[in-house]
């Protein structure tokens, strides 16, 4: 017993010492060059500003497809850099790149623009390469899809090799080149240098190919950046580049932070008095779940953006999901006569199954969005991830192993643990009934507002510059104007005479200038002349400078976005159908969660809320919260058929006693994730309330659907099958007689 006591006693000091280390080496260490530290996150373009580097097309009359492909590839290049670079296309022959957490654009000028005509060469035309005689590349850069370092653990030895994707011509090409090369060497040249020479040991036909022989993980990811930035079809000359501040407000950030501590006090109180002790631990391990993500995005070099730091103030609310999951476990067994040791250990392992189906199917989406997405699709995938593991981790260890030591030390009265008595269960079957009317009404009105604001608007939904483009007007002013007061000077004046709203307007300074970069809805050349001689009516203007601009959130994206979750969502159903053995669970998961996404997309319609990357940020979010909720059922769902089933009860009552006894936990975990939501509603600035507004309505919306759309949805299924099969039964029968 002296030996369990000592034991649990140096758990929590181990815990303690490692929590103070992660909090100095977050917070304390603040300003210091300590690696780790969170002052080392990368910010984003709308929390910290970086560097604009605007190119120009040397040739003459570019074509479209030629300015559509090179601005695919400056992305992927500015992507290496951070995945919330923004590139667009100013006017008809030049292109901008703004890139966060870069001071100095000298440092990526050069790498960024320059053409770096890549080709795959045989042995024979090398030789004519080097030799400086006409030759015929095999393939160049435009037949690239894609390359991504990798780690190949099949053989004896860890591999490290580059992974290639091609293009279906490019795909062509390399079969024929290889199937000509087998046992030579392929040379691939990137800006007048050898970057690789492979040997061909087979054809290659199936569009995916691997380069072996690297040394080391940095050899590889150099030759897959190389590869993958590829040749640009056009000639680019560096034309400007200045370092541009926030776009959104100084205080944002400070607000944002402020937000997510008062919310996390909030949570931290509700958690302590619906569970007493337990709750106290969960507090801690939810300081040990920031501490941990902040570490973690430090580590991975991932870019925070506001809608990612508002994610992460969501993510802490669905942390708490994994402890409310095990406390009412612990209550439960309590309530029904078991002894406190009993209880949590009980507690934790009829939870387990619980916490590990839903997280797990949110990480296949994590890990799909992060392969198949690009840009800010991809910070999220990443972010999301972290927050997947790192809450299961504190959940399932720290959690565990605390409320397990604090128990051996003498924590074992049950009044410290509370109880919970057997949950009185309601027909929430029969209510289904008026929830699926109520559903499609809400997700129909959400569909045929579209057509109707498209009539008079001109378009369906309220996009936002990131998605349909605009005009960028640079303003040179007599004197030095912040960034909070263009927001409460500038910006009205220019809403007003561009007869767009002021949050169409979106103003940046320009470092040791007076400049102010504006971006507006598309202006017509009229609208442009009422801007310009309002903005000298009210203000001394020195320049006025005005461009169209292209969408940041390229048509690839979008389709890559709708790609990857289609894909998750597959993937997720079979998850649902191999882990809980029935196919109609994971049928009922995805028409749940396709439920969840329309039903906020209604909002998006009707409350006309700007489409851009936040919505995008927001759906993929719905995505994640929708199916851990469905989870939860489901898995008592499963549970309960082992045990009631044996005794004749029904389906029916089978769903709504696995409701009843999971509805605490729904509106627990709703509550805290809501109130984490809604602080930053009531503290955010003006951009982020529109975000953090419909996360709550998917919070609420998910409470509902999990509770009065999912259990009754599968029940239906079940009951429908199970006639089918009776009726089948039923012909065959007849049939033979």
């Keep these: 017993m002296k030996k369990a006591k000592r034991n649990s006693v140096l758990t929590i000091v181990i815990f303690i010492a490692l929590l103070a280390l992660g909090i100095y080496t977050t917070v304390v260490g603040l300003g210091s060059e300590h690696v780790g530290t969170a002052e080392n996150i990368i910010l984003g373009l709308d929390l910290a500003g970086g560097v604009s580097i605007t190119y120009e097309v040397q040739e003459d009359n570019p074509s479209q497809q030629d300015m559509a492909d090179t601005k695919e590839r400056l992305q992927r290049r500015a992507d290496v850099y951070s995945t919330d670079s923004n590139v667009y296309q100013e006017g008809s022959d030049r292109f901008t790149i703004e890139i966060p957490g870069v001071s100095d654009a000298n440092k990526i000028l050069e790498e960024l623009g320059k053409p770096g005509a890549l080709e795959f060469l045989d042995e024979d035309n090398y030789q004519k390469y080097i030799s400086n005689e006409a030759y015929v590349p095999l393939l160049t850069g435009s037949d690239v899809k894609n390359a991504n370092a990798a780690i190949d653990n099949s053989g004896t030895v860890k591999e490290y090799i580059v992974q290639l994707a091609f293009t279906d011509e490019g795909t062509q090409k390399f079969a024929d080149a290889t199937s000509a090369n087998v046992g030579k060497r392929i040379y691939i040249i990137y800006d007048n240098a050898v970057a690789s020479a492979p040997t061909v040991q087979t054809a290659i036909t199936g569009g995916n190919a691997v380069i072996n022989g690297m040394e080391d993980s940095e050899e590889a990811e150099k030759l897959a950046e190389t590869i993958r930035i590829g040749a640009l079809p056009l000639t680019l000359k560096e034309l400007r580049s200045n370092e541009v501040g926030a776009t959104l407000g100084q205080d944002a950030l400070k607000t944002t932070l402020k937000a997510g501590a008062i919310g996390m006090v909030i949570v931290a109180l509700i958690m302590i008095i619906l569970y007493l002790m337990p709750g106290l631990i969960a507090v801690l391990a939810l300081v040990a779940y920031v501490v941990l993500m902040l570490l973690s995005l430090n580590f991975f070099n991932a870019s ?115 109880s919970k008595k057997e949950a009185k269960v309601k027909d929430y079957v029969k209510f289904s009934r008026i929830a699926y009317t109520i559903s499609i009404v809400a997700i129909l009105a959400g569909l045929i507002a579209l057509p109707v604001f498209k009539s008079k608007t001109g378009s369906t939904l309220n996009y936002s510059l990131e998605f349909t483009g605009g005009t960028s007007m640079t303003v040179d002013f007599e004197q030095y104007y912040d960034l909070d007061t263009a927001e409460k000077e500038i910006v009205p004046v220019v809403a007003e005479a561009a007869g767009v709203s002021e949050s169409e307007v979106l103003v940046q300074n320009v470092k040791d200038s007076n400049e102010i970069v504006i971006k507006t809805p598309e202006l017509s050349t009229e609208k442009r002349s009422a801007v310009n001689d309002a903005l000298q009516d009210q203000f001394t203007v ?127 975990t709703s509550l805290t994730t809501f109130v984490m939501v809604f602080v930053l509603y009531i503290m955010g600035v003006t951009s982020i309330k529109e975000f953090a507004l419909t996360l709550m309505c998917g919070v609420v919306f998910g409470a509902y659907s999990s509770v009065c759309i999912t259990g009754p949805l599968w029940h239906l299924l079940k009951t429908k099958a199970g006639k089918t099969e009776k009726k089948s039964d039923k012909q065959e029968k007849t049939k033979n007689n």
């Design 304 to 418: 925070l953006t506001l809608p990612g730091l508002a994610g992460i103030v969501l993510t802490i609310g669905m942390a708490v999901d994994a402890n409310v999951i095990i406390f009412t476990r612990i209550k439960e067994e309590l309530g029904a006569g078991a002894t406190v040791k009993s209880a949590i250990d009980s507690g934790f392992n009829k939870a387990l199954s619980s916490i590990l189906d839903s997280n797990i199917t949110t990480l296949i989406a994590a890990v799909v969005l992060y392969i198949m997405g690009i840009g800010s699709v991809k910070g999220f995938a990443l972010t999301l991830g972290i927050g997947i593991v790192l809450s299961m981790f504190t959940a399932l260890v720290v959690t565990k192993n605390l409320l397990k030591a604090f128990y051996t030390l003498g924590l074992q009265n049950p009044k410290f643990y509370g």
């Design 542 to 668: 020195n320049e006025f400078n005005f461009e169209n601009i292209s969408s940041t959130i390229s048509k690839e994206m979008q389709r890559n976005a709708i790609i990857s979750v289609v894909i998750a969502t597959i993937l997720m159903l079979l998850y649902i159908a191999i882990r809980f053995s029935d196919v109609k669970f994971g049928a009922a998961a995805v028409i749940a969660l396709l439920h969840d996404v329309l039903v906020v997309f209604t909002v998006y319609s009707i409350g006309r809320l700007t489409v851009g990357n936040t919505f995008i940020a927001c759906m993929l979010t719905i995505v994640g919260y929708s199916i851990n909720a469905t989870i939860i059922i489901f898995d008592r769902i499963r549970e309960n058929l082992v045990t009631m089933k044996a005794k004749g009860s029904s389906y029916k009552e089978i769903v709504n006693t696995s409701i009843s006894q999971t509805f605490t936990r729904t509106v627990y």
